[in-house]
């Protein structure tokens, strides 16, 4: 791959809690180009933290270390926060899993909208007003006139989801972290949200990290993917591989799915082994 | 005959001007020991038809039948006792502050079972929990745990029938596989039907013998998973759920449809 927009190589954040440490990520490594990379595993895996240290957006019992975090050339460790919030307003975008925490349930999502471009650009009221309306537009909301004057809670989740994914288009990222985007979806708004995405990566070559735990979309969405178990990535594949997963991890998922046509009276359950959890190899 | 008869369900909800109608002249059987489902997309009043069936919602007008009683002619505390609910979110549903053994001694109590100590025992072992569980909080169990226990609070009053709202949407696959066998052994076991609220058509084509197709408050198609497996779907919005269900299409891009 040439020149990535983001390296990670030794990624470690441990959570020092009143319960006591836990190691929560385990020397992740991997590289995003202007392609879609997944992260999958089950719940508690890690995946979000990731995600969250990349931007470093952890609470403070978080401790991160890593041997390289770069993100178009720049070590984010060493950046000082303010150096950070410019990276993560105008750089990274973040979605959520669930917009209606993320969006300011006493402002109408239009407002909302125009005050992420009034951040970012140097313009009137009026103007902002207007390419909000464009933007909210261009992520597929028919009637945008109508949708800018509603609340949070009047929109439905589709919705909502993509008045986030407008406000993050605003300052022209190079990354987007997705944290499950689409599992609050049903499946004809979720696709709706994967073309905008898939559009995003295709038209504006963004790097995409796609965080979920559905093997079937992974397997057809995202170009590689990244299997979490246990805080270390234990196995990585093309998406379109999966199905020659190696680790008995990642085949015990795929073998617990119910398939459309593939009639079984019981699914397998997932045999969990004590090895899985073994400190893999560092990276040199 | 159907152990389950709905015939030309109407609802609306919200007062006034802002009153609308949700259902719109829902109709379906199901045959004893069926698992019969719903999909649809969202806000198409899957949990509301659901919700009808439990008694939450008594404002409907046409007729739900359960064993030949009908809901207006049946005792509200005996209709509770023969149909169940389970809720899709495994952390919501149970209260934070009880224990297990007290949230499952709820029904009983509200019912007069006697001897709710091993009617506990009973239920917890069914969903495959130990006594040691008893004595814990929510908090403390994991989401497939919480899930058991929200199956175990719906069979502890010996139900005939659960009615199972999205019940695994909320967990990883490998937990979706143990809940999902659990219903399946349970079915068998109790001789339990179902009524089973799924997005996801897989779920829908391991589970149910048929299933409805919901789109704004209608029921646009009614389809046997055989007719499913063979492809043989014919509203455009289940061919859209079959196309969408499990993959994304990277060569066809979904039209806008907000
Ligand atoms: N603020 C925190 N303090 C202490 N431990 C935490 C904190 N946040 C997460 N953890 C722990 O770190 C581990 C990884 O959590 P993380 O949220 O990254 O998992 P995940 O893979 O995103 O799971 P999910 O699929 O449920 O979202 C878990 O064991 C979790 O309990
Ligand atoms: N108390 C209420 N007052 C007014 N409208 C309501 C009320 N509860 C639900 N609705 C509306 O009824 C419709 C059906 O809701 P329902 O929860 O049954 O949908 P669903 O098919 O279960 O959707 P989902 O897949 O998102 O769970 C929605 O449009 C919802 O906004
Ligand atoms: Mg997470
Ligand atoms: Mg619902």
């Not at chain 1, 109508?146 to 300052?171: C, D, F, K, N, T």
């Not at chain 1, 979920?212 to 178990?229: P, W």
């Not at chain 2, 409907?60 to 509770?80: H, M, N, P, Q, Y």
């Not at chain 2, 004595?135 to 029938?161: D, E, F, K, M, N």
Request: proline residues 4%.
């Amino acid at each position: 791959m040439t020149d990535p927009i983001l390296s990670v190589k030794n990624l470690n954040v441990r959570y020092f809690s009143a319960r006591g440490l836990l190691h929560a990520v385990r020397n992740v490594s991997f590289d995003l180009g202007r392609e879609k990379v997944a992260i999958i595993g089950e719940s508690g895996s890690g995946k979000s933290t990731v995600g969250r240290a990349l931007v470093r957006l952890l609470p403070d019992i978080a401790k991160v270390n890593a041997d390289r975090l770069s993100f178009e050339g720049k070590e984010l460790l060493s950046l000082s926060e303010r150096k950070m919030q410019d990276i993560r307003g105008r750089r990274i975008s973040m979605i959520l899993q669930d917009p209606k925490f993320s969006l300011n349930p006493v402002m109408s999502v239009g407002e909302q909208v125009s005050e992420a471009y009034l951040a970012h650009f140097k313009v009137s009221r009026a103007e902002a007003k207007k390419r909000a309306i464009e933007q909210l537009a261009s992520v597929q909301i028919r009637d945008p006139e109508h949708v800018y004057g509603l609340y949070p809670h009047e929109v439905s989740g589709g919705m909502g989801q993509r008045i986030m994914i407008a406000m993050m288009l605003i300052p022209d990222p190079a990354m987007i972290i997705a944290d499950e985007p689409t599992s609050a979806l049903d499946v004809t708004v979720r696709a709706q949200v994967l073309s905008l995405l898939d559009d995003l990566v295709q038209r504006r070559g963004i790097g995409l990290l796609f965080i979920s735990h559905d093997l079937n979309l992974v397997q057809s969405f995202c170009d590689r993917v990244l299997i979490m178990y246990a805080g270390q990535v234990v196995e990585e594949l093309r998406a379109s591989e999966l199905h020659l997963a190696q680790h008995d991890y990642t085949k015990g998922l795929l073998a617990s799915l119910p398939r459309i046509g593939q009639r079984r009276d019981r699914l397998s359950v997932l045999n969990r082994k004590q090895d899985w959890a073994r400190d893999l190899e560092r990276q040199p | 005959m159907s152990l389950i008869s709905i015939s030309d369900i109407d609802l609306h909800l919200g007062a006034g001007t802002r009153s609308r109608q949700i259902l719109d002249g829902i109709s379906f059987d199901v045959d004893e020991g069926q698992t019969f489902g719903l999909v649809g997309e969202s806000g198409s009043g899957k949990s509301t038809v659901l919700r009808c069936i439990a008694g939450l919602y008594r404002h409907w007008t046409g007729s739900i039948a359960v064993d030949g009683d009908t809901f207006e002619s049946a005792d509200r505390l005996a209709w509770c006792r023969k149909v169940q609910m389970v809720f899709q979110d495994p952390y919501g549903s149970l209260h934070p502050k009880h224990r297990i053994s007290d949230i499952l001694a709820e029904p009983l109590q509200i019912h007069r079972f006697g001897d709710i100590d091993r009617r506990i025992g009973e239920a917890l072992e069914q969903v495959g929990l130990g006594g040691q569980f008893r004595y814990r909080y929510p908090h403390q169990l994991s989401g497939g745990q919480r899930q058991r226990v929200a199956i175990a609070r719906a069979l502890v009053l010996r139900p005939r029938i659960l009615l199972l709202d999205e019940p695994t949407s909320a967990l990883d696959v490998s937990i979706q596989a143990e809940i999902l066998n659990l219903f399946k052994d349970l079915r068998e076991e109790l001789n339990l039907t179902y009524v089973l609220v799924s997005h996801d058509l897989a779920v829908i084509d391991h589970m149910c013998s048929a299933f409805a197709v919901m789109q704004a408050g209608k029921i646009v198609e009614v389809l046997t998973r055989d007719a499913l497996d063979a492809g043989q779907v014919s509203a455009p919005y289940t061919r859209a759920l079959l196309e969408a269900s499990g993959h994304y299409d990277l060569a066809a891009p979904p039209s806008a449809q907000s």
